[in-house]
């Protein structure tokens, strides 16, 4: 598609259920971001993918999150065991790396309002 | 490690003044910096981005940002706020290596009155 898109635009779960979100890049973007945004917390880093590289998780807040990008393509962010504190938008984000030192613009979805009751 | 701060959670100003947006980033190594918009209800969009070309960048919308190394910032200004303005701001930084995540302030939220 044109942009990044993200599904389900909207989740509503009970505590304690496990949720996933996916992401769909722009095709032949080869970084990929996962962010939190929360009411006045801006934008929490999550985890980042970039090519064929181990991907930085070191924004993952506890073991109950977790990511991976099938083919370098489509990423998918589970949450499991789902606590109230995890009620945010997730925003998925894409860019080109221009090389080394030169990152591109990111291209953000809409983002998956997750709300957890 | 990069970080970047945002001094301000809100400014408000009046159409027709000017606009002060603050950062200060930290990066152990040069970094890359951004600034990102994102209105009501839409989603994020970049403003400008500074590679280590000019230290002063112009951005979309009559924005800019200036790269001062020796203080660590990279204010956002604009000489004449519009009401369309009216959104928040992000600070983004980026260190100069291959896979580096890109890390954003908590944002700055701008309002401006007519």
């Known amino acids: 598609g044109a942009g990044v898109s993200q599904s389900p635009s909207n989740k509503v779960t009970e505590k304690g259920k496990d949720v996933e979100l996916r992401c769909d890049p722009i095709?032949?973007?080869?970084?990929l971001y996962w962010y939190r945004q929360s009411l006045g917390q801006g934008l929490e880093f999550l985890i980042y993918f970039q090519g064929n590289s181990a991907p930085d998780k070191s924004g993952l807040p506890s073991d109950r999150f977790s990511a991976e990008r099938t083919g370098g393509s489509v990423s998918t962010l589970t949450i499991q065991r789902t606590q109230q504190e995890d009620s945010a938008v997730y925003l998925c984000a894409s860019s080109l790396t221009l090389g080394l030192g030169n990152t591109g613009e990111l291209f953000f979805g809409e983002g998956s309002r997750l709300t957890v009751l | 490690a990069q970080s970047v701060t945002q001094l301000d959670s809100h400014v408000s100003v009046s159409e027709g003044t000017p606009v002060l947006l603050r950062c200060n980033y930290s990066?152990?190594?040069?970094?890359?910096l951004f600034w990102y918009v994102q209105h009501p209800n839409k989603g994020l969009q970049l403003l400008l981005k500074?590679?280590?070309?000019?230290?002063l960048v112009k951005g979309i919308n009559g924005f800019e940002a200036e790269f001062k190394k020796s203080e660590t910032s990279f204010h956002l200004t604009k000489p004449s706020a519009h009401m369309s303005d009216a959104a928040e701001y992000f600070c983004?930084?980026?260190?100069?290596?291959?896979?580096?995540?890109?890390?954003f302030g908590k944002g700055t939220t701008l309002s401006v009155s007519s």
């Open positions: 500074y590679t280590s070309a000019a230290t």
């Open positions: 983004v930084v980026s260190e100069k290596q291959a896979g580096t995540a890109l890390i």
């Open positions: 990066s152990s190594y040069s970094p890359s």
């Open positions: 095709s032949g973007h080869t970084a």
